[in-house]
């Protein structure tokens, strides 16, 4: 080409410029790997023929939650991950977990139990009833809000290899229950000493408390955790939002409390115990507090339970299953573009 | 023979985000700017790839070879096409990423282990193989942190190689570490080679890939434009090779020193 014709294209010769520029630099460097790189001479004899027994599939993971569960030792090791993050470089390590829910139920106690009398003086052993509550609230608290940084957090090893990304959500549930345990026992241990028995209406109370529980956490641990490797403002939401669920469940007061709203402002109760969280409180309550209370004229079970806590249990109990089912395809659909986003 | 890899008019978009952030958004929306753009990272790619085949990948930087390598073992997912792979896949993509700084090695060497689809009870068998591979010795029970870099990339490759694959990928994994290191790595990758697992080697090595490798794909800005033979593919990556750059040889080299 002329000199002439250079000038008069001047982008056509740069962007040629540019791609010789690229060729010769990638040359080189390829000239300088090839002598850094030893060289091997394949081994003699004739090459082995694998046989590969399995089928010819998509290796991107399809399974969900399900498959978390196939692959349990990972599940493990992942919890224990998470453990050893959270309490590196801490003296007191675990036991930060069970400090800071202590001091919370001194304060509250004090405060609710003491100061305001909030429990109206019908209801006897008000620190089980507040104790019961808080548990699963903080439960619940814990797996929103770590499930939604989990899978942002555990971005090197999503990169890495292929794996069901539900794992990370999931592993945070695990690593709550670790935090949880713990405080159930110490909270059946104060139930048994103050006097506490079971029964069959009980039991199934604590059991389709526990399973609200589960599947919300779940539903909600999962939803988040996707949405916040979009935005990261999530994060922060959910923090501002699990401070208020203390708040929004009957545990600080009795539920006569909530009921009484109903008359004048019937929405607001109906908002307030369409909280799959409340419900689950409910319930749990029944399950430890209710049994401790042995004078139950002071304490009626119209008090302190809905009239249609049976009824209201089973239908939240489908709703959140449905809500998990939800959030396993609304995860299932961003996960493809996770990679990019990480 | 079986088909172990099938790559059938595979493309992947990347987003390019230029704008973040809401008040950031707002403002390129006011002047006209582009908040995002489009672009294929791999455009219509398909290849067949035979059990116990060993394939060297090769293309300039930024040509998509670590994204059809991050397709084929699952982390991605194709926009369009499909991608279908037969058996376990192991390999480093990048050289100890998921490690994690606070735990020891030897935890570390677990939880990779189990990343890449080992058991506990598989993990436990080669534990000592790995370790010894590793030559890291006793800083197996130190937290990585305190690892120096070629120690960390030992230990991935060490793991990596010990899974029992079908497929294993190796993107660049050796840059790091040094020669005599390096060496064992090929020595190994030739073994496994051997044992009939088929090999994805990414590689600028032109002796390496021909010492390593059947056949030679090259990738060019997304587009699949060399599938077969070693020599020729190497012979096409230089296809506007001219006597210009030979004289100027001198020169380049030095940019090539800045360029490292």
Known sequence: MSKAADRARPDDVDERGRRRNAAKRARALMEKKANAMPVVEAPDGPRQVRVVEAELVDPAPHGGIAEVFQQRYLLKLIVQRQLAQMYAASVLGLLWSYIQPAMRFGVYFFVFGVVLKSHGGNTPNFALHLFAGMVFVHYFSETWSSGTRSVRQNRALLLKMRMPREIFPVASMVTAMYHTGPQILILLVICLIVGWGVSFTSIAAGLLGLAILLTFAMAMALFFSALNVYYKDFQNIVATFTQFLHFMVPMMYPYSTIARLQDNHPWIYQLYMANPLAESVLLMQRFFWYPTVTDTTKAPLSDHFPPDLWERGLIMLAITSLMLFGAQKFFSRLEPKFPERL | ?260
Request: a negative charge; glycine letters at 10%; aromatic letters at 8%.
């Open chain 2, 1 to 260: 023979m079986t088909e172990s890899i099938v790559v059938h008019n595979v493309t992947k978009d990347f987003t390019l985000q230029y704008q973040r952030g809401l008040k950031q958004m707002a403002v390129a929306r006011a002047r006209g700017l582009t908040i995002k753009e489009n672009f294929k990272a791999i455009n219509d790619v398909s290849f067949t790839v035979e059990q116990g085949e060993s394939i060297g990948l090769m293309g300039l930087n930024g040509s998509g070879k670590s994204t059809l390598l991050k397709l084929i073992n699952g982390v991605m997912q194709p926009d369009a096409g499909t991608i279908r792979t037969r058996g376990r896949i192991a390999g480093l993509i990048a050289t100890g990423a998921g490690f994690h700084p606070q735990l020891s090695g030897r935890d570390n060497l677990f939880l990779n282990g189990a990343i890449l689809g080992m058991s506990e009870k598989e993990i436990k068998s080669k534990f000592d193989s790995i370790v010894d591979f590793a030559e890291i010795g006793n800083f197996l029970d130190t937290p990585v942190s305190h690892y120096s870099s070629g120690m960390y990339a030992r230990l991935g490759f060490a793991i990596a190689i010990h899974v029992d694959a079908d497929i294993f990928l190796a993107d660049e994994v050796l840059a790091v570490g040094d020669r005599p290191f390096k060496k064992k790595c090929v020595t190994k990758m030739q073994e496994i080679r051997q044992a009939g697992t088929t090999i994805f080697y990414v590689s600028h090595a032109t002796a390496s890939v021909r010492a390593m490798c059947d056949r030679v794909l090259v990738l060019e800005s997304g587009h699949l434009n060399f599938d077969g033979d070693v020599e020729e593919g190497i012979r096409y990556l230089q296809y506007d090779d001219d006597a210009d750059d030979i004289a100027k040889k001198g020169t380049t080299d030095e940019e090539l020193g800045a360029d490292i």
